[in-house]
């Protein structure tokens, strides 16, 4: 099985003489040089870009999310390291990272708020979903192999599939009243259902391939309009980006005032918070007075507690075998401890509450939704004149049934700041120039 894990969907002949790199650490190197992965320095997290050159990035998210997947790795290798099965099955270590680094580049400019945009934009065409997005930048958009991406190894892409179901299979009826201008009806059906797209089926039955067909059907079984399968390496990544959104976000939302010493008071008063803490820390019966003057003093302790909450996180997950698959791969799968997912889902739920709910946040997705909306309808009502060289090209030699992806795959692949000035240059008077360089 491994040997196949290790294919990749166009022959690779390397021509890069005494390269004694091995196939994930090949992988890695790939991700780390493309144009897909730098553009993530300028893609908003949560925080818009530009509030400060402090708050997180996509880029430094997926670079925390690395580490931390890396460490979920090692403590896995250690608590497991008398059952030979698991140990076997864990991935390498640069492919677990080249994994964590992959996760968000298919997420567009302005975060969700691009994505839902994206979306209903691309309703009557297969949609948008960043994860989607992902799996086709890495196997059929970035240029490094013409048509196949960065012809990522089988193993890589199984890591990436985070949620192993069509579109069409999981959207919910999306013939909802449209209202005009139809950038306000951004209401929550649309949000995209996770997925992989239909025109990406031949990488899917890539990925796949191996697996018996009993594992196939398991792996991309459906549950109320859901997928509920994921691969042991996508578990790691995952948990890792879970622990990175949660607790980094609430670090940057501290730092900035959005989230005050009343409100982390609010929730360790919650029973559920308080008992699991106690379990968790029972050496330390004075840890939630201790978090409260750790978090909320000066930048050297909030940090400290950070890394005690990260570690917390790291040191709770256990491997769980489903054994209904026969495969290792897809039977042994990453989960967190049942007081650590606790913990997380509360802080979680105070990050969303006072930052991702809050209005000036909500009022700048609203923009970015606004940008990427009218950016789609411009350049689909004249792509002829309006695309730019290299995309008129490959929008030319497409089928007429895709030639909406490949304006999405254009705007989707912009960064906040390219995407803003194209809004300029295109809808604003007093902007723009022949010469502009985007």
Known sequence: MEEYLQLRRKDDISFKQRDSRSEWERDFARLVHSSAFRRLQSKTQVLGLGESDFYRTRLTHSLEVAQIGTGILSYLRHEYKNDRSIIEALPDGKLLEAVCLAHDIGHPPFGHGGEISLNYCMRSYGGFEGNAQTLRILSKLEK??????????????????????????LVENNNSEIINPAWLNFKNNWH????????????????????????????????????????????????????????????????????KKDDWEGIIQNNIFKD???????????????????????????????????????????????????????????????????????????????VIFNDNVQQLELKGKKVVYELFEAFLSDPKRLLPKTTRMVWAASSYDQRERIVCDYISGMTDEYATRMYEKLFCPRKGSIFDRI
């Open 144 to 169: 490094h192999t013409k048509g196949s991406g960065l012809n990522p190894t089988r193993r890589m892409l199984l890591g990436i599939l985070k949620y192993p179901g069509s579109y069409n299979s």
């Open 276 to 354: 699991a803490m106690i379990e968790l820390f029972s050496d330390k019966p004075k840890i939630t007075e201790e978090l409260i003057e750790g978090l909320f003093g000066d930048s050297f302790g909030r940090k400290k507690y950070i890394g005690i909450l990260v570690n917390l996180m790291i040191t709770n997950v256990k491997i769980e075998e489903d054994e209904s698959f026969f495969s290792p791969i897809l039977k042994y799968k990453a989960v967190m401890e049942e007081n650590a997912v606790k913990i997380k889902n509360i802080i979680f739920d105070l990050v969303k509450r006072e």
């Open 192 to 259: 995209p259902p996770k997925c992989y797209y239909d025109c990406d089926q031949d990488i899917v039955d890539f990925i796949l391939r191996p697996f018996t067909n009993d594992d196939k059907e398991r792996f991309t079984y459906l549950e109320n309009k859901k997928t509920i399968c994921k691969s042991l390496d996508c578990s790691i990544m995952d948990l890792a980006d879970e622990v990175s959104y949660t607790l980094h976000d609430l670090e940057d939302a501290i730092s900035l005032g959005m989230i």
